[in-house]
Each structure stands twice: as C-alpha cells, then as structure tokens.
C-alpha cells in the first residue's frame, strides 16, 4: 500500500491462488446497508454470505444461503447461471434484514432474521404425567419473501432501492422496470431503448441508481458513455425526458478500441445527491448534475494498459465490468483494476490517496506482463465509516481508515476543474 488512510483489518476466504479457486466461488457482487451494520456478498455460485459489524471495526459472518439457482429457458435454448450480480438492501425493520438479490433473469427478495425453533428436552420427574418440556432455541434463517420474474427478455446488469423504501428498479441491456416490493407480479416499465429493429441497436444500458434523497430522480449510463438523469415527475417513460451527461467527442483520437473503453459499466450518486461518480474502462470520473457538456474532473486509473488493447480484446478482459464506490462523507472516491490492484482518490483534488495491492504475488512492472485473472471488480464503502470492502477473487478484504466520516459534500460548490489529473501522480 502507498499512501496514507487505508490498512487491512480483515480477510474472510480461503487463500489459494487464483488458478485453483472454483469458478462457483468467485465473488461477483458486494453491498453494505445504509447503517454499516451489514455487508453482503454474493458468488458466481448464487449463494449470499452476510455479515454482522460485531465490534466498531470488526464483521463476523452472520448468515450463509443459496438464493438463486440455475435455471434454464426452453423457449429460447439458453442457460440461466446462478451468479448474484447485485444486492441491494432494504431500510431495516425491527430485528430483521431485508435484501434483493438478482441473477440475469430473476430478482428476489429475502428475509433474514433470528427464528425460534422448539424441540423436546428433559422429562419432568414431578410432573404426575411424565413429559418432554418444550425447548426453544434461536438461529438465524434466510426465508424467501417474493420473487420478481419474467418481467426481463436480456440480462439483469442493475437493481436499485428507492429512497421511498417501497420501490425498487431493475435494469437490463435495453429496459429498466419499476417494482413495488410488495407486488411481485406486476412492474411498469420506464425506460425502454429497444429500437423497432434489432440491426439498428447502438447502444446498451449498462447501469442504474435511484437518487440517494430524491424519490423521483433516477440516473442509467449506456455503452456510448452516457448518463442519463430522469425524472419519474415529467413522464411515465423518462427515457425521451432526460438531462444527458456525456463527456466530449475525442474526434480525431477515436480508435477501433474507442467505443468499448467508453462504455460505462457503473455510475453512482454522491451522498447527497449533487454530483454523479462514473466508472469507464479507463478512467473515473466526477460530474456536477448541473453541468452536462463535460466532467468535472477524469481521473485516469490504467493508462499503462493502452499499449495492450489487442492483448486485452483477445482475451475478452476489454469488457470487464469495473465498479466505484464513494465513501460516505463523499470525500474520496475508489475503483480496482488488474493485477490485484484498487486506488482510492481525493474527490476534491484527483490526487491519489492509497493504492493498495491485495496479490503477495510480486507486483508487476509497467514492461512485465500483468496478472489480469487478479482482477478487482466489486468493492462497497460503509456509509458512516472508513470501511472499505474489497472483493479479490473467492476473497472478502476489508480495510479500515484513520477518520470516521461526517457527511460533507462530495465537492465542494466553489470548486471547479477544467483540466485532466496528470497521470504522472499516479
């Protein structure tokens, strides 16, 4: 690790190299809830693992289930996996937790809590008609509350909770659908991009996110590099309603590899809800919803990588799905990249802050060949603490900071950026 802030408290998984760990077991999906009481992880195996802050610093595991299994459609000849691709929790209510999970094509909703189980014990020596006393004993179970399916033709990539506590949307490559928790079988669809014909596709949603405060905003980016603000007030489809975020054209820097770089694979608001946080191949950058003609600042992540487009074409790793997180006092921002490797930066300036390499694998030269299986995909700050969790492979790394956050803005109002972070810092 370089760098103040971060320093690891916790390793939960088995520590094999990456080469023997079971594809079922790769971590594919990690979320804390909106206290940092709970962090969740999901595996490529379908199975969820939550745990519980039992100390200030510290999580033990809390539950372990199966929560989706893999399927298969007939009409279409097509393989359903297991794999959990987001999680999202639901505001708490009373000793119980409540969360979404989704695979490509179905979304769940569970609840896990404490149940009493009673079972016979001891017979009563006094009693005049001898008999077991009833035992109870407490565990914690995962029970599945509702299931919302068939609503979705592509692949789930996205589900996010409302701000109202009551709805929740869920996105694939062409349409996001609005649910109500308490209403399994029917949703309203939102945004559909489905062009008449399929030949004249150009683009692909690749994420979305509610609002953190406001009910009716919602955000989704695309494969051109896009986000797209909505308002659910201004019209039932908000897709031809939007306010759109996108970055410059490059002209006459534009490539064969140009278009897939782009390509947003997530986007986040900040905890208060002013600026958008957007992860590309590339870069991060940082966007003020008011301003759409460019980000407010690009913070570039890989540049090393660009000498290796065909390399990285070949061996599909161009289309990996890199999410970023924001911590909770909207101070810094993180995102992973290959050979074991995520950054943390200072939202306000760009500049570094920790780069922290989970591999003791020794570190890989920008002349030597990367470790591109050691990627870091998935990563979820807590939202009141300086506790990072960072998925590395069949791992769960949880690293704490030096400060507790205090809900300050993400940037602040007077602060402005024009010009790109030299990548020399870096």
């Known amino acids: 690790m370089t760098g103040p802030g971060l320093?690891?408290?916790?390793?939960?998984?088995e520590v094999d190299g990456v080469e023997d760990v079971n594809d079922a077991d790769t971590?594919?999906?990690c979320q804390f809830d909106e206290t940092g009481q709970y962090l969740a992880t999901g595996d490529k195996g379908g199975r969820i693992v939550i745990f519980n802050k039992a100390e200030e610093t510290a999580y033990e595991p809390y539950a372990e289930f199966q929560s989706h299994e893999s399927d298969f459609d007939y009409l279409k000849s097509l393989e359903i996996e297991e794999r959990i691709n987001q999680i999202q929790f639901l505001p708490p209510t009373n000793n119980a937790v409540f969360l979404l999970s989704t695979n490509d094509k179905t979304v769940k909703l569970w609840k896990v809590g404490e149940r009493k189980i009673e079972f016979s014990g001891e017979r009563d020596p006094s009693s005049l008609f001898p008999r077991r006393l009833p035992v109870s004993s407490a565990t914690i179970v995962a029970s599945p509350k509702r299931t919302y399916s068939n609503a979705h033709n592509y692949h789930i990539n996205s589900i996010s909770m409302n701000s109202d506590g009551e709805t929740f949307v869920s996105a694939d490559d062409l349409r996001i659908n609005l649910w109500n928790h308490e209403i399994e079988g029917e949703c309203f669809n939102i945004v559909d991009i489905k062009p008449p014909s399929m030949e004249d596709l150009t683009e692909v949603i690749t994420s979305c996110q509610f609002h953190p405060?406001?009910?009716h905003m919602m955000i989704h980016s695309s494969s051109k590099g896009t986000i797209k603000l909505g308002d659910l007030r201004a019209k039932a489809l908000v897709d031809g309603q939007?306010?759109?975020l996108q970055s410059p054209?490059?002209?006459a820097d534009k490539s064969f590899f140009s278009?897939?770089?782009?390509?947003?694979?997530?986007?986040?608001f900040s905890p208060d809800g002013r600026y958008i946080v957007s992860r590309d191949y590339m870069t991060l950058k940082l966007w003020d919803v008011n301003m759409e003609s460019s980000p407010v600042l690009t913070?570039?992540?890989?540049q090393h990588l660009t000498s290796k487009f065909v390399q990285l074409y070949e061996n599909d790793c161009i289309f990996d799905k890199f999410e970023c997180c924001v911590s909770g006092d909207g101070m810094f921002v993180g995102s992973g990249s290959y050979d074991g490797v995520f950054k943390v930066f200072n939202a306000s300036t760009g500049k570094i802050e920790s780069k922290v390499r989970m591999s003791t694998m020794p570190e890989a030269t920008e002349g030597s060949n990367f470790k591109f299986s050691e990627k870091v995909l998935h990563l979820s700050w807590s939202p009141n603490t300086d506790t990072l969790a960072v998925c590395g492979s069949n791992r769960l790394y949880i690293y704490n900071g030096i400060r507790d956050c205090k809900g300050s803005s993400l940037i602040s109002p007077e602060a402005r950026w024009e010009d790109e972070v030299?990548?020399?810092?870096?």
């Open 249 to 251: 054209d490059p002209g």
């Open 213 to 215: 405060t406001h009910c």
């Open 242 to 244: 939007s306010k759109v």
């Open 422 to 426: 030299d990548d020399s810092t870096l």
């Open 7 to 13: 320093h690891l408290s916790q390793c939960f998984g």
């Open 27 to 29: 971590l594919s999906a």
């Open 299 to 302: 913070i570039p992540l890989q």
């Open 259 to 268: 278009e897939i770089i782009a390509s947003i694979s997530d986007a986040r």
